[in-house]
């Protein structure tokens, strides 16, 4: 048998993006234990019992069950899919007065459990519900950690893999900012062994701005053609939950807090960020252009100007 890594995990919302997450986190044996609470009951018990058949095909004997919040109050992360998602031609920003109200009621639901581990949320807009989660179960700021950027970074660094015809992971660049439509190319330092991005690309802009947009609205293009996106965006979520809890101190485009960084403070965005056991150890600040800061200060207005009524 081999060595349970003790890890507990709690999904609350199954729906696409959450039950792809589980199918996930089976197939790569990231925990030991994973719950999955849903509104949909039925749904959640059967995807449980679904994925417990798959357990003897997994590298790790994970033990997968439908639970309530009294699971939480153990569980080293929670993971939160749960809430509405956009229709075709709506934003993620559109989003945010519903999924607030349904953030409020689950955070308090898990805070009165005692819960006392970390928080990877994934909800949109992402990086304003995790700003809430922080406020709402007043744990530390390292503690709660939004998926930001994560997927548009492996959008980002999968359409310059196809141009250069290497493997997206020796593609070395970031997409930070919102987890939206404000979100910018940090091309100054992309590259690829150390060769610029931008030079490989002989400073063609218009290639530049196609393969930009064509991260930036990946979602739209996937939504209209299937009415969700789910599996990039479970693969990000578990990259994440396995350098947690794995210790990795890898650096990830997460939505973390800013505090000073960048020139901002009291806001959750994706930067890259040094992930660890302890959550979020380090934002780091990586070397912007003068352009890219200012398109990034222009980022953090705008989810500055979606959050503040909801914090006044
Ligand atoms: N951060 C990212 O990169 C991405 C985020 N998303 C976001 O993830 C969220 C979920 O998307 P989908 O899974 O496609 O939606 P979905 O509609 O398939 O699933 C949502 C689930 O949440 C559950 N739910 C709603 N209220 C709940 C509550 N109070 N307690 C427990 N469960 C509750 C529903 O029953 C449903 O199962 C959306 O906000 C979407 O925009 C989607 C893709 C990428
Ligand atoms: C829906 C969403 O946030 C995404 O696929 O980027």
Known sequence: MQKLK?????????????SSYAFSMLNQGVCDEFVIIDLNEAKAIGDAMDLNHGVVYAPNPMRIKYGTYADCSDADLIVICAGAAQ?????RLDLVGKNMKIFKSIVDEIMATGFDGIFLIATNPVDVLTYAVQKFSGLPEGRVIGSG?????????????????????????YIIGEHGDSELA???????AGMKVTDLLKDNKEKMEEIFVNTRDAAYEIIKAKGATYYGVAMGLTRISKAILGNENSVLTVSAKLNGEYGHDDVYIGVPT??????????FETPLSAEEQEKFDKSVATLKAIQEPFFK
């Open 149 to 173: 950027t994560i997927l548009d970074t492996a959008r980002f660094r999968f359409l310059l893999s196809q141009e250069f015809e290497v493997a997206a992971d020796s593609v070395h660049a």
């Open 6 to 18: 003790g890890n507990k995990v709690v999904l609350v919302g199954n729906g696409a993006v959450g």
């Open 274 to 283: 040094l992930i660890n056991r302890n959550g979020i150890s380090k934002v």
């Open 87 to 91: 229709k075709p031609g709506e934003t």
């Open 186 to 192: 940090v091309w100054s330092s992309a590259n690829v």
